[in-house]
């Protein structure tokens, strides 16, 4: 979708089923490039994001099928090093197919990524953690030019970045002895990964720990469900927040998205679990306090903008810092379009309640950030139009159609 159209007021209220996890779902596709098998993927999100994803897999030989949220791919063929440069632009996760195709042909070609605009994002510890394997690594123009299987060794992390965790991980599937990474990031989509290697044959201890090993060992095809999306039950939650809606969601583990539920309370949300699933209540929010982001298990980055936008008309003073990324407050400017009150400096941004906020025609920054507005805009009194909707395209399958569920009004184009 291009624009979307929102007319707010109205609570939300209903029952969803949290869609599998994008930000699982991708290291695993790229994951399946370092195995020569066919896999069975349940519970994928229909997002552009995987669309691409599995187009770039396609080009490089691996077919993959896609029907009703299951997805077969077919690794058994012969395999090209080179992803295509314009469709590895689109996203971050393109650059986990610089680990798979060392371990599977010792040697690739990866265009630099692209993805999200928040600020610096550098490859700097992938690329010094992988050298440090022995891994032979040049920059070419755009492009990183790569050699040789890592040897078995540790690889030290200093900062547990997600992607380069996942990076060392699927690299030293091919290892020519065992790895263990050490300050790894310890996200549930990483234990996911490793669930997803694991039925493929890896040997693979501590992950979701800051101690991960691999150990190198035969691998095969297999079948596996996708986990549920954190961050989307998150902004299904911030949504009904700030709406002052019920929601019940199904398909969730709560426990990880702890400190999301947590400043939820906190702001006065009656949030309960049952039979039925995980299920909030908004009412009148007042300010939780300070929120600061941080890897896990500390408040999801990914949380911050769509909690922000949960919280634009609580009573009271928020203040938000961004710890992960450099510039992750591109949100800001249209939410107060929208009539927040917020004041940014650095890496803190302070929201202060304000009593009501209006319709405006604003533009989706990034896919969080996109969420964040449409949050706003549900909030807001009047028909808001949010331009450059194709962000949410990119991790939000059914977007409009699951708001209009929740009785939502929304019109798209
Ligand atoms: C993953 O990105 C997620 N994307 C992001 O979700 C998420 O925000 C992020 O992890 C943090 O949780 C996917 O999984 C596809 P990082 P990633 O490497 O791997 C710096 C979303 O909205 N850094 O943990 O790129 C980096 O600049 C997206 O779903 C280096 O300095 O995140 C950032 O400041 C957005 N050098 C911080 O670390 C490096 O070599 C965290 O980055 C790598 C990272």
Redesign the pocket.
Known sequence: MNTIYITGGRPLTGTLAVQGS??AV??ILAATAAIPGRFVLTNCPAIR?VTVTRSLMEGLGIQSRESAGLITVDSQGPLQSVPDPGLAGL???SVLLLGALLARLGEAEIPLPG??V??????????KALKGLGVRICLAGDRLLCKGRPEGGIAILP??????T?NLILAALGATGPVRIIGA?R?P?IRDLADFLTACGARITGAGTPCVRVEPAPLHGAAHRILPDR?EAATWLCAVAATGGTLTLTELDPAQLQPVLTLLGLAGCEIRESAAGLTLHAAALQAPGTVVTG??PAF???AQAILMAALLRASGATLFRET???DRFRHVPALCALGADIRTAGDLALVRGVGALHAAEISAT???GGAAMVIGALAAEGTSVIRDAWHLDR?YGKFAERLRALGADVMTE
Request: hydrophobic residues 30%; aromatic residues 6%.
């Open positions: 994008k930000n991708l290291p994001d996203l971050r996760s993805g999200c928040l600020g610096d994002r550098p490859l700097d510890l992938h690329l900062y547990p970045s997600v992607g380069a996942e990031a996200e989509e961050i890897p896990y999801p980055t990914d992960v990324f450099s990034d896919l969080r991790g």
